[in-house]
Structure formats: C-alpha cells, structure tokens
C-alpha cells in the first residue's frame, strides 16, 4: 500500500549507495555553504507533485546550515519496507532519517533509535496520544507521527441526487445503490461507469480495506490485543464474499490490481459512483480542472448491520535509523519536519491530515480543507491494525491477510475457506508468542 516495479531492488541498493542516478533527488539544491555542516541523507516518497518531503527537508538545511540528501523511494507500501528491511539487515548508514507506515514501529523497531534521547521532554506534547502510543514500543519513542489517515467514502453527491438516493450507511446499502445508479448510467450512454472503486491488489492497501469490511460486520481485528487470533469467524466470512460479490458487478475485474491512485483516477475521472480511499483524496477531487469539482461528498464508511463504521487508522511517521552517523541532526530534522507549522503547511497545501490534534480547530487549515473537521472523530476513534500486538511478525500477518482476501476476490475461495485457512495460518505465526 506487492507489485512489480521498473528498477530491481539491487540496483535500487546499489544507487542508494552510490548517491547516484534516478532515486536521487538534487540533494545539491538541499546544500548549504557550510564547511562543518553535517550531512543528513532523508528518504522521502516516490518525488512527485504531492511529496511535501523534499520541500521541507531544504527549508530545514536552510534554517539549520546543515546538508541533507534526499531519497526516492517506491510508492508501494510494501515494496518500501522491502527496501528498507534490506538497507537496516545489513547495517547500511546510507539513509539516517526513514518515512515509515504506522504499522512498521513494531516490525522495524529493533534498527530505529529512541528519539526520545535526542530530543525535548515535551517534544510529542499536543499529538493525538495513540498515534505517539503507536510509535513507541517497549517504552522507546522510535517513530514520530507526521501525517495521519482513516479510510473514508466518497461519492458523487450529484448523482444521488440525480437519482434521489441517499448516503448509504451499510455496506448492503452501497450495493444496492451502486448497482442502481450505474445501471442507469450506463443506459445513459456512459458504459465505463461503475458503482464502486476500491483498493483490491494485493498489498497492505487491501489489508486496510479488508479489516474495515471485516470490524464494521463484527468480525474483530485479526488478533485482538490479548495476542489471540479471532479472524475464523462467520462475520468476517460474510464480510469477504459481500466483497467479492463486487467485482465484476459495481467494481470492475481491474480492481483486482488497484492501488490508491488507480481506484481514485476511476473516480476522478467521472466513472464511478462511490470511492474507498484516505482523505488525500478530497483535494485533489476539487482541484481546478478535476471533472468532479464540486460534486464529490465524504462520508464516513458503511459497516455490516452486526456492526459499526469503522476506519482503518493509516498515515506515515519519521524515525532515524540506528546506523546513521548523525543521529542528533536527524533526530532534529524529524522534529523540524513534524512540528506545527510544517504539519499546518502539510496539511493546507498537500491536504494531509496533520497529528497534531489543535490544529483541527484551526481556522486556515478548516478553509482550505472543510473536510478536516469532519475527519476529527474518525481518526480518534478509527480501527488500528494489529501491528503492536504481532511486532516482527505484522508482515507476514498482513500478507497472510490481503492473500487470502485477494483469493476471495479472485473467486478461488469462499469466505468461509478463507478465514478459516487464515486462522490456522496466524495460529502457526504467532505460535510461540508474537
């Protein structure tokens, strides 16, 4: 949130060493003229439009009088852990500060410094407390959190309208209202329409998607936070065919190999009635030139009718690798990068929900993003992955979770095959104590 990308993983390793080629990002234009600067080498996202990393990392070189590098990684979730598991396995120096998802703290902690030894008492005074919560493990500050998402529903408030349907509130709801709505669409003359646009490759995104479906039926979390393994359930079965039922019906068959951006162009682009995707979204939906400016309404995520709305808490947090030669200046390049004003910015201009909890009751950041406000309960009340609780072994949780999810979407599996086939997989995982 695994794909296949251009450069091979080698050579991506090969080319963070060498500070050279494609994923180096101008780390000169980040250079200040001081001869006792230190050098500070950050890795941001993928480098485009909406990659505020970059930007930040200069205006702290500049402020400061040190250097930073900066790094391109790849976009998909899991082929940037892969990246980063490789560098830390070997004890690489190359990278001192890593954007990291909130469901690696515990997976990558054992390479990642306490931050709290390099900066202030109060320096997580004002985050909302279970995110600095998520950061921490064994009583280490070892990630702090910079920008934070939950799950959200957006749909074409016109052709509700249109229609004279209504918000759906449960998942049957936005079924039944998708199929209705694109049948008649499609009788209009648009055939590309669909009624539903989801994350369904098989990647951490679908594990996301899949634990809402799942909580919002009453099925649990996975493994709850005693440890124990509760996904063999007939709630969470349910939850995965109701899922499947889409494809090829309200969501078409390339959902399958959908990720973020590929379900939010179907959206965008005026083909779909209803969207699953983080709130990074409303921004770019309203954007000059978006064909759905103006006709796009957020609401919070359906759920089963055993269940309530819940959202999958995502969102990305900086730490310093244990291996970096500086970690007093990277440690302060974090701090620099989350602290208020850089968050406000962050959230105004790239329309990232910031972790600092007053700033949702900011006047500037309301007006540019009115969403934000509505966005507040959700995220304090969202549903976390099981990440903590399983610590190194969240991985292959997760990937034991989107395969099989993705096997019930492929139809080869039935809900029910799934989750009882997972339940003796995370048994087997989590065997000996997570």
Same mark, same amino acid.
């Given at each position: ?18 500070? *050279?080629?494609?994923?180096? =990002? ?10 006792? *600067? ?10 485009? /439009? ?25 976009? /998909? ?5 892969? =990246?980063?598991?490789?560098? %830390? ?17 515990? #997976? ?6 306490? =931050?709290? @030894? ?22 280490? %500050? ?13 749909? @074409? ?44 490759? +098989? ?6 998607? $899949? ?37 090829? !019906? ?12 590929? !379900? ?34 957020? +609401?919070? #995520? ?15 947090? =900086? ?9 007093? $200046? ?9 602290? $208020? ?17 007053? %700033?949702?009751? &900011? &006047? ?20 976390? @992955? ?6 190194? *072994?969240?991985? @292959?949780?997760?990937? +034991? ?34």
């Amino acid at each position: 949130m695994p794909s296949v990308i251009s450069t091979p993983r080698q050579r991506m390793l090969t080319t963070l060493k060498g500070s *050279a080629g494609a994923l180096l =990002l101008s780390g000169a234009s980040l250079t200040a003229p001081l001869a006792l *600067a230190t050098e500070v080498t950050i890795a941001c996202g993928p480098g485009g /439009d909406s990659d505020m990393c970059p930007e930040l990392a200069q205006q702290w070189a500049e402020q400061s009088g040190n250097r930073v590098n900066v790094i391109s990684t790849p976009n /998909d979730t899991t082929e940037k852990l892969s =990246l980063y598991q490789q560098l %830390l396995s070997s004890g690489s120096s190359d990278i001192d500060v890593l954007i990291v998802d909130m469901a690696w703290p515990g #997976l990558l902690d054992d390479h990642l410094v306490d =931050l709290s @030894r390099y900066l202030p008492d109060d320096a997580t005074e004002g985050f909302f407390p279970a995110l600095v919560d998520n950061g921490t493990v064994a009583g280490r %500050l070892v990630a702090m959190p910079w920008y934070t998402d939950a799950g959200v529903l957006y749909y @074409r408030k016109d052709l509700l309208e249109k229609y004279d349907q209504q918000v759906p509130e449960t998942w049957q709801q936005l079924t039944e209202t998708a199929r209705t709505i694109q049948a008649a669409e499609r009788d209009a003359g648009n055939a590309d329409f669909w009624g539903y646009s989801f994350q369904g490759r +098989a990647y951490e995104g679908l594990t996301c998607n $899949a634990l809402e479906w799942v909580a919002s039926q009453g099925g649990g979390t996975l493994v709850d936070d005693a440890g124990e393994v509760t996904i063999d359930n007939s709630r969470a079965a349910e939850a995965l065919d109701l899922a499947a039922s889409w494809i090829g !019906s309200i969501a078409p068959e390339g959902a399958l190999n959908h990720t973020e951006e590929e !379900s939010r162009g179907l959206f965008q682009s005026g083909n779909a009635l209803f969207l699953r995707n983080w709130p990074y979204v409303w921004k770019l939906s309203q954007a000059e030139g978006s064909p759905v400016a103006g006709k796009v309404g957020m +609401a919070p #995520l359906p759920h089963g009718p055993q269940g309530e709305s819940r959202a999958t808490l995502g969102g990305w947090n =900086l730490a310093v690798s244990r291996y970096s030669e500086h970690p007093q $200046a990277a440690a302060e390049l974090v701090a620099y990068i989350t602290a $208020a004003p850089q968050q406000k910015a962050h959230a105004m201009k790239m329309g990232r929900n910031p972790t600092i909890e007053h %700033l949702y009751q &900011d &006047d500037e950041v309301l007006a540019s993003n009115p969403s934000m406000g509505e966005l507040y309960e959700a995220l304090r009340t969202g549903v976390a @992955r099981p990440a903590s609780v399983t610590g190194d *072994a969240y991985a @292959r949780v997760s990937n +034991a979770f989107f395969n099989r999810t993705h096997q019930v979407l492929s139809g080869e599996e039935t809900g029910t095959q799934a989750v009882e086939a997972l339940g003796r997989e995370l048994t087997r995982i989590g065997r000996r104590g997570w």
